[in-house]
């Protein structure tokens, strides 16, 4: 079961690397073909400019919202548990955590450029 498991994500993979490349003889640098390089691109270009928004919206509107509530709650178990290290006796509700690390992101989404703020990448490899 594992190695049909393997083929198939290989195989699908595949299909995706075959699919974001179209042929387009108007472009000569690229040898005839032309890269779909983000997923509204091959949406519209498979399904058309209308359709393939309607199609893809909905999808990229979930994962969006999955990887929001998700890096919220995992980024506020982590400040509740770096918070109960420096003070074991601390008594605040997990959800005021969410709160604090939701005020940060929100903060931090209102500076007008991350390229600036070299504190922001120190602090994103060591999170990572």
Known sequence: MLVFSLWVSWYTY????????VPDLSNKAGNGIRRLDRYDQLATYVLGRRR?????????LIVLLGVA???TVVGGDSLRAFA??????????????YLIFGAVQL???LLPSFNELSIVSLLG???S
């Open 14 to 21: 595949l299909l995706l690397v075959w699919m974001h490349e």
């Open 52 to 60: 393939g928004r309607a199609v893809l919206l909905p999808f990229q």
């Open 107 to 109: 903060l931090l989404s």
């Open 84 to 97: 109960l290290f420096v003070n074991p006796h601390l008594a605040m509700g997990q959800w005021s955590f």
């Open 69 to 71: 509530i998700t890096y």
């Open 125 to 127: 490899a060591i999170m």
